[in-house]
């Protein structure tokens, strides 16, 4: 049986349907993975090396503001149409699983002319512009919170939670375990010391980026940092100081780093927030103004995160957040705890079901 997944130019429409396949192939070796996808975002490294097969066809992105270049979107959507049409003409997919991204849209749509299932998930609290133009063509939608259901035809839409990797439901420990320990050591850090983990997402965060760089100096003065700032954006002069760990995208030791953070700094996209749900880790969130500053706000009102907006995000104010946090373990413990119960998380298991359930008609 073929399955195809889709997704891509950041890692937000990767991860959750990423869970997914990992627990089918789990189940069933002998299952075919195709992964469509961008031509140069991050997600190939990732998907390929779960063993799916990777295609990239043609992505546009419709800019809800004035900009030239939306004039070619309707002409590229046409070309990625026809191109996704005969794609799927020759690998006769069971289904087409999505979670957004504006590359699966012209895949929804001819998956759709072809009489082929269509399971597409929304993870962030308010629905994307891509969801929202393929729910019609889906015949069944998934959607992390029950707040989110209402945007959808309630015939087809379950209140799933967001699923997350193995990798990220198996780390055990903290930082101040036996596994944290190990995590010390291979990124070189000390066990007496506060540890942040700042994750700008595979594309990376300039805002946030910067924000940490013209801070640090001051910030390794009381604790140490691991750094994942994001594909091409990483400043190679900084990496000399002892207390700080840059990478460009973490990958094979993120669930280590996020094991041994005390604090999280990061965006607000549903698929990093659900992880860092999965291991009850205490977050500071510095939302990207839009859709995620509603994830942030839901978060924020469940007592699960400590939110700074960005147009308030200081750097008088940024490091005054840091350290009252660091200094406050019951806070932390707390925001942890929250976290956990706002997103539910071990739910691959149920996404895999409904997709074979889907597969086999």
């Known amino acids: 049986m073929k399955l195809i997944f889709t997704g891509g130019g950041t890692l937000g429409s990767v991860m959750p349907i990423l869970a997914a396949l990992e627990e089918l192939k789990t189940r069933d070796p002998g299952l075919d993975f195709l992964w469509v996808g961008t031509r140069h975002g991050p997600e190939k490294q990732i998907v390929e090396a779960k063993g799916a097969r990777f295609r990239s066809i043609i992505a546009t992105k419709l800019r809800r503001y004035f900009d030239l270049r939306n004039f070619f979107v309707p002409f590229l959507l046409f070309f990625a149409f026809w191109q996704s049409w005969f794609l799927l003409r020759r690998e006769k997919p069971a289904v087409v699983v999505s979670a957004g991204g504006f590359v699966g849209l012209p895949l929804i749509w001819a998956a759709w002319r072809r009489k082929i299932p269509v399971l597409i998930h929304q993870q962030d609290v308010i629905p994307g512009l891509t969801n929202r133009l393929a729910a019609p063509f889906a015949k069944k939608i998934t959607v992390t919170f029950q707040k989110s259901a209402g945007a959808y035809p309630k015939a087809k839409t379950i209140v799933l939670g967001n699923p997350v990797r193995m990798e990220i439901l198996s780390a055990k420990g903290g930082p101040r375990s036996v596994s944290g320990e190990s995590a010390c050591a291979h990124f070189h850090l000390a066990t007496d010391l506060p540890t942040i983990f700042v994750v700008g997402g595979g594309t990376g965060s300039d805002f946030l980026n910067n924000l940490i760089w013209e801070n640090l100096d001051e910030l390794t003065s009381f604790c140490q940092i691991i750094h994942s700032a994001g594909r091409g954006k990483a ?66 009102e469940a007592g699960a995160a400590v939110v700074l907006n960005q147009k308030d995000a200081t750097p008088k104010r940024f490091l005054e957040i840091i350290k009252e946090l660091l200094l406050n373990q019951e806070k932390r413990a707390e925001l942890g705890v929250n976290i956990h119960q706002a997103i539910k998380t071990d739910v691959r298991a149920a996404m895999a079901d409904l997709i074979l359930e889907m597969a086999r008609g």
């Open 235 to 300: 400043i190679l002069t900084i990496s000399a100081n002892r207390r700080y760990r840059q990478y460009e995208l973490l990958i094979d030791h993120y669930a280590d780093a996020l094991a041994l953070a005390d604090l999280v700094i990061s965006r607000a996209g549903m698929g990093a927030l659900s992880e860092f749900a999965a291991m009850s880790k205490p977050v500071f969130l510095i939302p990207l103004p839009g859709h995620q500053e509603a994830n942030a706000r839901t978060l924020a």
